[in-house]
């Protein structure tokens, strides 16, 4: 059975950053593509960054490009999401989600497990 379970989240101010982690279990990583996803008061899920399976390939959302750094140990089976330069707007509950491939994606109908998620908050 797969297992996500997110950790990292916290208060900040602005500028400041924070690493989310992801640990995984009952799946071998590197065949799983992996991503984080946020969800805003009022608003609806939405992507972040995703991974491919070995760790060669990344993709961003535009919001996060240049501040945010998606990487995964998969010895350790543990997904990461490096955030800087954090920004009032990134307040959200953030999500790690992996699939069943080692191909990234960036829809989240395209994850088949879901974690419970971390909250993000930043004071301005």
């Known amino acids: 059975q797969v297992q996500l379970v997110e950790s990292g989240g916290g208060l900040v101010q602005a500028g400041e950053s924070l690493r989310l982690s992801c640990a995984a279990s009952?799946?071998?990583?590197?065949?799983?593509?992996m991503a984080w996803f946020r969800q805003a008061p009022g608003k609806e899920r939405e992507f972040v960054a995703a991974?491919?399976?070995?760790?060669?390939?990344?993709d961003y959302a535009d919001s996060v490009k240049g501040r945010f750094t998606i990487s995964k140990d998969n010895a350790k089976s543990t997904l990461y999401l490096q955030m800087n330069g954090l920004k009032p707007e990134d307040t959200a509950i953030y999500y790690c989600?992996?699939?069943?491939?080692?191909?990234?994606?960036?829809?989240?109908?395209?994850?088949?497990?879901w974690g419970q998620g971390t909250q993000v908050t930043v004071s301005s």
């Open positions: 989600a992996s699939r069943i491939s080692a191909i990234l994606r960036t829809r989240s109908l395209n994850y088949n497990y």
């Open positions: 009952g799946h071998t990583s590197s065949n799983y593509a």
């Open positions: 991974i491919s399976g070995i760790g060669g390939s990344a």
